[in-house]
């Protein structure tokens, strides 16, 4: 801790933390990863977001490009990056989106160093942003145009607002919360009951409760961002929801990731094939209602997959708790090969240990301010996935903020350090 706290000292000390972060991203994201496309399977865009993104840019509507027909089955907020950088580079693909995201990921870093210093101290602010821009897991996305390192920053701000709300309580932060939250169900629908648990939480006894009238602002706030787009889907699609087109292929796959683990465990890509199969096999037999479009036709195949998903669930109970008992550990391991799901292993496995260690050795600090929110943000974030589908790379979202937590765990005095609790209290 002595390297630590001299550290700390060094005025700006984040900042050099984050432009390390974003120099390691950097030099993986243009030098090393094009030489992993081809012998690590390393696809570059798999759920075709910058399609979306040059739909917006090029024809100005939320469609894959160059097919014109409207689409639902994404949040709007990343394809809105990825269009906005294009639009500033003249279409300069897929690079202008890997160097932002290497730059966000130096913000990241700093964000993570800001939260920390508020809640422990500022050596240990320093622990957690250096462990962050040095997370290999982490900056694998930044090469990647997958919506992680996005997601990575904006449940960081998330925690980073609460913290913030908690210790400065007013329409402004409580407004900042919301507009986080609407922003991050505007990325991925998963983050849509964080609606309503974010301002519940915050006016739960972890130290001085947020008003009822702030928490309404936070609710209020999320909503208004998310309103727009859910009316959006509901005229184009009728069906009133962030996402519409990807619950059922994600819930059904979620199924048959467990049913076929054994014939190719910790492979996503050696197990897709088999789930797709059945999928397939499943979908021969549905009628389309007539003359539907190509969207609704989209739309019902995928609400027919989950309707199969959610029966297979509910008339095997036996098989629910083994998905939820597979989910819980495919969550931090499951990755695209045996190789990459150990190398994952060994980078995610400490951190959920020293995160739980940290729980347990200071809960009464966590019962005492916006640290309790903090963690309570995680676990609520890894249960949503256990019914439905557990992938590594979703876990690569908590990162950050887990650092953020479990780094608290080598603070020998709390009481040495006040930021812990709310000041507040």
Known sequence: ??????????????????????GLSLAFTFLLYPFLVDTQHAVLDPDLHGPLGFGIWKLHTFSYYPDTGLASARGPLYPAFIAGLLALTDGWWPSSIQLAQCLLFGLLCVLVHWTAKQLW????????????AADPFLFWYTSRIWVEPFMMFLFTALVASVVLVKRHPTPWTAALVGLIVGASVMTKSVYTPFLI?????????????????LAAVVLLTGVAVVAPWTLRNGMVTGIYSPEVGTTGF???????????????????????????????EESDSLDFTPNATSLQKKNELDAARRRAAVEKLKNSPEFFVKKIAYDAVLFWTFGDTPGKS????????PLVALFCACL?????????GALGICAALVVLY???HLPTISLARYSAVLVPAMLIVAVGFFEPSTSRYPHAADAAT
């Open 382 to 384: 890894y249960c949503a």
């Open 121 to 132: 101290n500022a050596p240990l602010a320093v622990l957690a942003a250096l462990l962050c």
């Open 197 to 213: 648990l974010t301002p519940l939480l915050l006016v739960m006894p972890f130290g001085r409760r947020l008003s009822l009238g």
């Open 360 to 368: 347990v050795t200071r809960w009464a600090q966590f019962m005492q």
């Open 250 to 280: 994600t819930l059904h796959q979620g199924n048959d990731f467990v049913e076929d683990f054994a014939k190719a465990p910790f492979s996503v890509s050696a197990l897709y094939p088999y789930s797709l199969a059945r999928i397939r």
């Open 1 to 22: 801790m002595k390297i630590f706290s001299k550290l700390s000292s060094v005025r700006g000390i984040e900042w050099y933390i984050g432009a390390i972060g974003a």
């Open 342 to 349: 150990l190398f994952i292993a060994l980078c995610q496995l």
